[in-house]
């Protein structure tokens, strides 16, 4: 029921956002060659900076003072491609203030990118205004402080809102399909709350994601603003523009500002959650007028994603591994009960209890070519020798675990009504002579989904066909999912795995003992 996931002309994930060829106006980019560092590229707002608009082929010493010129060449000679915060000295103006930067080497170039130091902004800080390592170590407690997932989820995004100041802070999880959920939200009064909605998998292309992985803060300070161009936007010895994939102020992808503008924000901010180097999430940002951050705000946000990524990720493996503790209890329960057993076919009512638990299943098919054993909730012995069949015309090592939250999806030729309650299957074959199959059912989960806007109003027919762009409506949006159960997690896998080899041994063993009695 998201025709938009199901698209595959999509001009989305296409744009190559990373090659934008201008920065947003509260910045001003540099980008010299690495080897000799002469300037390839300048953004036409250089002047602001500098006094004046350097010729391409400038020697980058030309340009800054000594000291700068020394900082920069560590980083060009450095070996990660990490983007430096640094104070510089612009060569001309040597009695001036210095010049807030952060400089970074990405694809054969030294990029230098300047702003507004903090102080001269004339930022207005209220006395009470914390600095900002006091609102970091202020945030790191709360978050130690936190026992449960939902009390973290609410920590970070408050902590953040309270730190950086702007006016909604949400915690968006991407789920296994690339759609997300707002699961934790701290917003100003008099806005509508976000918390509970869910948005389609395409509002971030797959291509912006893959960035977020690289850049973990991304500033968006005006959707009003108007961008500065790079010059040249390709230099003669090059296929491609600059490559802006790391720049603090790549300008935006004409599409996401729509989108921004039809939600009504004027200034975003996200922070990249990244865990095991996948992007678990964002702490996604918004503010209803204009908010460039500054270097400082940036590096503080970019240090909140990276302790708020380890609270996280510690926190879900303390629960994963308690839900393990207490499955591992009924396997070993299981296995014990069918040491002491001789006929598995008889027995295995008494072992249900406890091995329903070890995946959580409300039902169970035992069976071999020719014998078949139902217990709790499944479809009919039809119908489960129907799947196995399809499952054995599979390659082995590809059905030795295999699951389903939606049998209707992966076999939709089976009737509804014979495979009753059941939804979902989770396919442990055995390769022993009394039991061949085992396979575990889950019932239907009915689930109902608040979308944020009608998901599939992303798609609209355009000349040559259909394409994809920012919805118009955000009003809530109700979708009920059926036929599918919940879905099997990485626990269930690797508990069922384990029951595998736990079961092969057993069975192995026996059939070794019966050998040796027969002979
Ligand atoms: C980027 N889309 C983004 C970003 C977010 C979202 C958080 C990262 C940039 C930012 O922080 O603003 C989406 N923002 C959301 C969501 C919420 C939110 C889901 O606040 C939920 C509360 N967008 C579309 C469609 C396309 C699209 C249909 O809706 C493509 C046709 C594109 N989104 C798009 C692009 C970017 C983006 C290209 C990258 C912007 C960039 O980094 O330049």
């Known amino acids: ?141 709360r978050l130690q402080q936190c026992l449960s997932l939902p009390e973290l989820y609410q920590a970070i995004t408050d902590e953040i809102r309270d730190m950086s100041g702007f006016d909604r802070v949400m915690l968006y999880r991407f789920a296994e399909d690339s759609h997300g959920e707002v699961i934790g939200e701290s917003v100003v009064a008099g806005k509508e709350p976000f918390l509970g909605l869910h948005y389609p998998a395409t509002d971030i292309p797959e291509q912006a994601r893959r960035l977020y992985v690289l850049n973990t803060v991304r500033s968006i300070g005006d959707v009003n603003a108007n961008p ?38 004027q200034a975003s901010m996200s922070i990249s959650i990244v865990i095991d180097n996948q992007l ?11 908010k460039p951050l500054l270097l ?45 057993i001789t006929n598995i076919w ?41 799947i196995i069949k399809r499952l054995e015309a599979r390659p082995e090592d590809a059905t030795k675990i295999w699951s389903t939250h939606s049998l209707a999806e992966s076999f939709p030729e089976l009737s509804t009504q014979t495979v009753g309650a059941a939804c979902g299957c989770l396919a442990v074959r055995l390769f022993a002579p009394d039991v061949n199959w085992l396979l575990f059912f889950r019932d239907e989960y009915v689930s109902e989904v608040t979308w944020a806007g009608n998901p599939e109003k992303s798609t609209i027919k355009s000349g040559d066909g259909v394409r994809l762009s920012p919805r118009k409506s955000f009003e809530e949006w109700k979708t009920t999912v059926h036929r599918q159960s919940r879905r099997w997690s990485l626990v269930d896998r690797e508990m069922a795995e384990e029951l595998h080899s736990g079961l092969m041994e057993l069975l192995s063993l026996r059939a070794a003992e019966l050998h040796r009695l027969n002979e």
């Open 296 to 340: 400082e705000e940036r590096a503080a946000c970019e240090i909140m994603g990276l302790v708020a990524g380890n609270y996280l990720s510690a926190r879900v493996q303390s629960e994963v591994n308690k839900e393990r503790v207490r499955r591992r209890q009924h396997y070993h329960h299981v296995l014990d009960q069918i040491t002491r």
């Open 346 to 386: 008889q027995s295995v009512e008494k072992i249900w209890p406890d091995l329903r638990e070890i995946v959580e299943a409300s039902g169970l098919a035992v069976a071999t070519d020719r014998k078949c054993h139902l217990i709790g909730s499944t479809p009919d012995t039809q119908t489960v020798q129907a």
């Open 1 to 141: 029921n998201n025709t938009a996931s199901s698209v595959d002309l999509t001009n989305c994930d296409r744009e190559p956002i990373h090659l934008a060829g201008a920065v947003q106006p509260h910045g001003a980019l540099l980008a010299f060659q690495l080897g000799d560092l002469t300037l390839r590229h300048a953004s036409t707002n250089i002047p602001q900076w500098l006094g004046t608009m350097p010729e391409p082929g400038t020697p980058l010493a030309s340009l800054l003072d000594d000291d700068s010129v020394l900082l920069l060449h560590k980083v060009a000679t450095g070996l990660r491609a990490v983007v430096r915060p640094m104070q510089l000295r612009s060569r001309a103006g040597e009695s001036q203030a210095s010049l807030s930067a952060a400089a970074h080497v990405y694809k054969g170039m030294l990029i230098v990118e300047l702003e507004q130091p903090r102080v001269a902004n004339g930022t207005s800080k209220k006395p009470e205004e914390l600095s900002l390592p006091l609102q970091l170590t202020k945030a790191n407690q």
């Open 280 to 290: 678990w999430g964002l702490i996604a940002c918004h503010h209803y007028s204009a």
């Open 228 to 265: 500065v161009p790079i010059v040249p936007s390709c230099h003669a010895d090059a296929e491609l523009p600059l490559d802006l994939s790391l720049s603090c102020f790549r300008a935006v992808s004409p599409i996401h500002i729509e989108y921004l503008q039809n939600m009504g924000v």
